[in-house]
């Protein structure tokens, strides 16, 4: 098997499912609906052997590479979309128009990448430590999505624009989408936890100390403070609306900058 024709297929088909998507918000027509949820799902699935045959391939976890770090996220974004839409039935079949085309953007990045099939480290303390950070990452990146159309939502609604895109087009209440905004927050910081935890673990193996003065783990744990700060104002301060979604959207740059710029030293 070709491992670059899978992946070509994985990309196609995010595109067809964002085209999918894309058709439902403009005409509403559930033909696009289906489409766009059939196609995603091909594409999970894809991705799914994918890892396994790549897993196979090189005896470890592929994914835990930094060139496949992408099609994890990706892979677990797409977790999160099919997760959601469970627990709120139909009220977030729109977002698949904004998830599909990320994948897809997401895939792509990959695909230079798949003639060089590296090993991953095989220990299991570090591939822990790179699975909880991609889940944290990808529920940080829905919690912005979702803050983001919250904060354009509200400000239509307030201006009585019920013709905008996103009053129009997206039919979640402001009230589910704040309650998705804390959610997705929420298992963010418990996944920045474990990750440091696997972090600690595996430097106190391989290095002899459970804290290094590595820039990675520092920007780590700096994103873990800011999103317990997060859940502390959301909590006990009981920051709602569209003053906390500002906050959701601040955080996700030091996320962005902890993630894709800040790089871990060669040990």
Do not use: C
């Not at 897809?104 to 480290?121: I, M, S």
């Amino acid at each position: 098997m070709d491992i670059k024709i899978l992946l070509i297929l994985i990309l196609l088909s995010y595109f067809v499912s964002s085209i999918g998507f894309w058709v439902y918000i403009f005409t509403k027509q559930q033909k696009g609906l289906k489409i766009g949820f059939s196609f995603f799902g091909l594409a999970f699935l894809l991705q799914i052997i994918y890892i396994g045959y790549s897993d196979y391939k090189i005896k470890s976890f592929a994914l835990a590479s930094e060139e496949n770090l992408p099609l994890l996220l990706a892979l677990v974004i797409g977790g999160i979309f099919y997760g959601f839409s469970l627990k709120y039935k139909k009220q977030l079949k729109d977002f698949g128009s904004i998830f599909a085309p990320i994948n897809v953007f997401l895939v792509a990045l990959v695909l230079p990448n798949t003639e060089k099939l590296e090993t991953a480290t095989n220990n299991i303390w570090f591939i822990l430590h790179i699975l909880f950070s991609i889940i944290a990452y990808a529920f940080i990146l829905a919690s912005t999505v979702v803050a983001i159309i919250y904060i354009l939502t509200e400000r239509d609604l307030k201006r009585k624009k019920l013709n905008s895109f996103f009053v129009s087009k997206f039919s979640s209440s402001l009230a589910t989408l704040q309650d998705i905004e804390y959610k997705s927050n929420a298992l963010a910081f418990i996944f920045l936890s474990l990750a440091l935890i696997a972090s600690s673990v595996w430097s106190s193996v391989y290095l002899g100390k459970h804290w290094i003065w590595d820039i990675k783990q520092i920007a780590l744990s700096v994103l873990w403070v800011i999103y317990g700060l997060l859940l502390h104002l959301r909590i006990i301060n009981h920051y709602k609306g569209k003053k906390f979604s500002y906050l959701t959207v601040l955080a996700s740059f030091v996320a962005l900058i902890a993630f894709w710029i800040i790089k871990h030293p060669t040990y």
